[in-house]
């Protein structure tokens, strides 16, 4: 996957969210003990505590404290500084939720993601339907919601709000996440709004282009096979944990957390962006399309 900016410092972004911070730990836990071939059981014995312990640990369902994630990954093999990492992540007193103004607009399925995405330091999306949510202007994410099933009317303007604050992270000062997209032709021409609407969308598809952390791609028509015709996926990137992929359905979500699984969405990502257009024919795409509804 290519991206054209470099991450500064070590630390994750200021996005608090315990309950996302927890789900990370203990997906790298689970992983650990995975590849050190250890049973929740022997995991239990380190710790002088129960089996279910360790499986809520390792849900994220209760806290982590440094000192149960440093003995947990020294039993499983890993290595000092991942340890000391982990241990330092398990060690943020975080007592609020960035989003938490938004929790009731937010389906359950959907909050572990929200959170997750505030800690990411990279993202890759592939959309073959729509232009991605981080991507959207207010209007057009509006329109989308218009006579929506899942969506109340009367809770339009916030859903489109909290996307607005999610896509801050592109924007941050201090460190915007490294961001990259391969859009569908087909999306791109679905004229949603109408031409004003998607006259701004081309617009702010353009801006957003010139920063160095957002990278987008095209998907021509044209390019018949390719590895994103299985559906559209996401793979969040962290400085101190492992990648994750996420595939969202109606009403649902799946994590990918296996390290193979994950790989190969990794791949799947190179592959996509080398299919697509360079990112200099997808300006000009989008500026031809602008030009035409102006």
Not at 125 to 154: D, H, K
Not at 184 to 190: I, M, S, T, V, Y
Request: overall charge negative; charged content about 25%; some cysteine.
């Amino acid at each position: 996957m290519t991206t054209r900016s470099t991450v500064r410092g070590a630390a994750m972004p200021e996005r608090s969210d315990p309950s996302a911070l927890r789900w990370l730990i203990g997906h790298e836990l689970r992983q650990a003990r995975l590849r050190a071939r250890k049973t929740q059981a022997e995991a239990g014995q380190a710790l002088g505590c129960s089996q279910p312990r360790i499986n809520y640990l390792e849900t994220g369902r209760n806290q982590q404290q440094p000192e149960e994630v440093t003995t947990l990954l020294r039993l499983y093999g890993a290595d000092v500084a991942h340890v000391d990492r982990m241990a330092s992540l398990a060690g943020r007193a975080d007592h609020a939720t960035w989003w938490a103004p938004f929790t009731d607009v937010v389906p359950d399925w959907l909050k572990t993601f929200v959170g997750l995405e505030g800690l990411a330091k990279s993202a890759f999306s592939y959309e073959p339907l729509l232009i991605y949510g981080l991507l959207q202007t207010p209007a057009y994410a509006a329109a989308l919601l218009v006579n929506n099933l899942r969506v109340a009317t009367v809770d339009i303007e916030r859903v489109v709000k909290l996307r607005m604050e999610r896509q801050k992270r592109l924007t941050d000062n201090d460190e915007p996440l490294i961001f990259t997209a391969v859009i569908e032709e087909a999306a791109l021409d679905r004229l949603v709004g109408g031409a004003e609407i998607m006259r701004d969308q081309y617009a702010h598809l353009l801006t957003l282009a010139e920063r160095d952390n957002v990278t987008l791609h095209l998907m021509p028509t044209s390019v018949a096979v390719h590895d994103g015709l299985d559906g559209e996926f996401i793979l969040l990137d962290f400085h101190e944990a492992r990648s994750i992929g996420y595939v969202e359905f109606p009403d649902g979500a799946v994590y990918v957390q296996n390290h193979d699984q994950v790989a190969a969405y990794t791949l799947a990502a190179e592959r996509l962006c080398a299919a697509a257009l360079s990112p200099a024919d997808t300006i000009k795409a989008i500026e031809s399309r602008l030009a035409k509804l102006t």
